[in-house]
């Protein structure tokens, strides 16, 4: 059967409406791939404004129980703050190193959050973790930076705005806090400060400790570089080469600055301290001046030298020979330094023949002198940095120190030592380093200042330098700043002098002298005693801070002029030349305290406005309830 197609009655040509939809499906496509260009640009320009523009400007990136840090996009840096967001506990300004405009948007270490990773590549990786704590009241944040290149610099800078600042190493002009100071970026590693007086030393931890209740503890035994730009900031940064150094740190938060230090400046000497041989304290040191040409001359000298103290009623005590003396009496003769401008040799510490040999001849001079002590010193001076010699592994950064600290430490409680670090738990004195004969912070003003930074460290068993100073070549004849001096030395552990009050001054001089040497042995002796016991079983320091008792008082956390022994007597000595009146302030609001010169009882939490002090009093308060 035949079927005919049906014929189309459009007067269109089929072809033709054929080839008209062609060309309309050719122009929608043009129209949907232009539109499709168009959405993906729109959505880029999204993706870039919202990463770049619209994003907020803080993100928190790692959050504990109390607190959190923020990444802060537009200043570059980590802020560390209370969880409420109330109250910014520290600025962190972050990194030397290119693209920090790219904020942090994905953590790494996502499925883990104690954790916090990111990476620029190809440049650096960091990673911030929340560390396990020994108490609730603490929150601790590991931070490291690892380089991924020989080249890259890490520096991180820690804002000093609404934040005093403790700690670290001890200066030539020590400041307290330490915002006063300007220090340039070097090796944070102890120096001789006689010689080298831009430097850090005798005494150095890596710890600093902040008035908002934060803390910053260094990783140890990796090079850094550490700098302070006065009522700034101060930097820490890695050192270059090619074993590629992380920048590596700890940041701790507490309730307080006290708090925080409890937790953890405290435990910087670890569980085991041992106390030196206390009987030092109770001995005036004074330090022979005599002729030293010949032995015979020496030995006289030393008779007469003593029998004026016995004249003088100046009564038991210690007699301090110089190196040069005592080569005369017993001679004891490695790497070459300078040492008091003389040439000497460095005891090679990591060679145990030279190291036994050494402690039996120091050994054998106790014997033959009937030497009470023994100063090691020298442990300052870095042959190695200083001659540009790159130091054997076990001698790296301070480790010669910490060697030389535990060998005076064989010869048991009754050593001295120039320099410490690390070992402030040994049973050791610590020397202060030599001072200017003036009323600047290089003189007399610096003193407070040093007291209150060796004892945070931990290092309370120091002994000042000598009443006066002894960088000057000539004896103290300024009656004021001797008086002054004195005053100051009385309520620290160890009472030394370099000039004698019979050279010095008139004979009520003299008579002054000996009741602030029976003043020390009667009121603080038993103090140190006492309060060393707290150290013993806590770490706390034994002179500390008005802070301490008023750790949310800001005005308390810039007095660099008074000082506590305990928590039970404030000493507020005067420290500047021609002072007749000084304002002190009485810490811990409720405490009352009584004036040991006019039995005077007042408030705590207040200033004593232009208190009234003449030449022959310092200023001690006494708790009473």
């Keep these: 059967m035949s079927h005919n197609r049906p014929k189309n009655p459009s007067p269109i040509p089929e072809g ?29 320009i999204g993706i870039i404004y919202w ?11 790692l959050r504990g129980s109390t607190s959190g840090l923020i990444w802060e996009r537009r200043s570059h840096s980590l802020i560390l703050q209370t969880l409420s967001e109330e109250k910014t506990l520290l600025e962190i300004y972050v990194g030397s190193f290119p693209d920090m405009g790219v904020p942090f948007v994905k953590n790494l270490c996502w499925l883990n959050k104690t954790e916090f990773c990111y990476t620029w590549e190809a440049i650096v990786d960091l990673r911030i973790s929340l560390e396990a704590s020994l108490s609730s009241s603490i929150e601790c944040y590991g931070i490291k930076w690892t380089p991924l290149h020989c080249l890259v610099k890490l520096k991180d ?39 080298r007086t831009t430097g850090y030393g005798p005494v150095l931890e890596r710890y600093l400790l902040g008035s908002t209740g934060v803390t910053v503890t260094m990783a140890s035994d990796i090079p850094i570089f550490f700098s302070v730009e006065r009522h700034k900031q101060f930097c820490l940064e890695n050192s270059l080469g090619t074993d590629m150094a992380p920048l590596q740190y ?10 925080a230090h409890q937790e953890v400046g405290s435990q910087l000497s670890g569980p085991q301290r041992t106390l030196p041989n206390t009987d030092l304290l109770r001995l005036p040191v004074w330090k022979y001046y005599g002729a030293t040409n010949t032995t015979a001359k020496l030995e006289r000298g030393l008779r007469s030298f003593f029998n004026k103290l016995q004249r003088h009623h100046l009564g038991e005590g210690l007699i ?15 790497l070459l330094t300078k040492w008091k401008g003389q040439l000497s040799a460095q005891l090679n510490v990591t060679s145990q023949a030279a190291v036994l040999w050494y402690m039996d001849r120091v050994s054998l001079l106790k014997q033959r002198l009937g030497a009470e002590y023994v100063v090691f010193e020298g442990g300052e001076s870095n042959p190695f940095i200083e001659q540009a010699i790159p130091p054997p592994l076990e001698l790296r950064g301070d480790k010669y120190i910490c060697t030389l600290a535990s060998m005076a430490a064989t010869l048991g409680d009754s050593s001295i030592i120039s320099a410490g670090t690390r070992s402030s738990h040994l049973p050791l004195f610590v020397q202060m380093n030599p001072r200017r004969s003036d009323w600047s912070f290089a003189g007399l003003k610096g003193i407070i200042p040093s007291v209150l930074h060796y004892s945070l460290l931990g290092y309370n068993f120091f002994i000042p330098d000598a009443i006066g100073g002894t960088l000057a070549s000539e004896f103290l004849i300024d009656d004021e700043l001797y008086i002054r001096w004195l005053q100051i030395v009385t309520f620290l552990p160890v009472m030394s002098f370099s000039t004698p009050p019979w050279i010095c001054c008139d004979d009520w001089v003299l008579n002054l002298t000996l009741h602030y040497i029976q003043k020390h042995k009667n009121l603080v002796v038993p103090l140190i005693e006492k309060y060393s016991k707290e150290w013993l079983s806590w770490g706390y320091p034994i002179f500390r801070p008005v802070w301490w008792l008023s750790p949310t008082e800001s005005v308390t956390f810039t007095i660099d002029d008074e000082f506590l022994i305990g928590d039970e007597v404030l000493v507020a000595p005067i420290t500047e ?25 007042f408030d705590g939490g207040t200033f004593l406005r232009n208190y009234s002090v003449t030449l022959l009093d310092v200023p001690v308060f006494v708790k009473t309830c």
């Excluded at 030539?172 to 100071?181: C, D, I, K, R, V």
């Excluded at 009485?586 to 010169?597: A, H, S, V």
């Design 16 to 44: 033709a409406w054929e080839s008209g939809l062609k060309e309309m499906n050719e122009t929608w496509k043009g129209g949907i791939a232009c539109l499709g260009v168009a959405v993906f640009f729109v959505m880029t």
């Design 51 to 61: 990463q770049v523009v619209d994003q907020p400007n803080k993100n928190w990136i």
């Design 157 to 195: 800078c820690f804002s000093m705005a609404n934040i005093s600042w403790y700690g670290g190493g001890s200066v030539s002009t020590q400041h307290w806090p330490l915002n006063n100071m300007n220090m340039k970026p070097q090796l944070f590693i102890i120096s001789n400060l006689t010689r």
């Design 250 to 259: 700890t940041v701790c938060v507490a309730q307080n600055i006290t708090g």
């Design 320 to 334: 301090a020979l110089s190196e040069h003396s005592t080569m005369l009496l017993y001679d004891m003769v490695p």
């Design 577 to 601: 030349q021609g002072q007749s009146q000084r304002d002190i302030y009485l810490p811990r609001e409720g405490q009352k305290w009584m004036d040991t010169n006019t039995a005077e009882v």
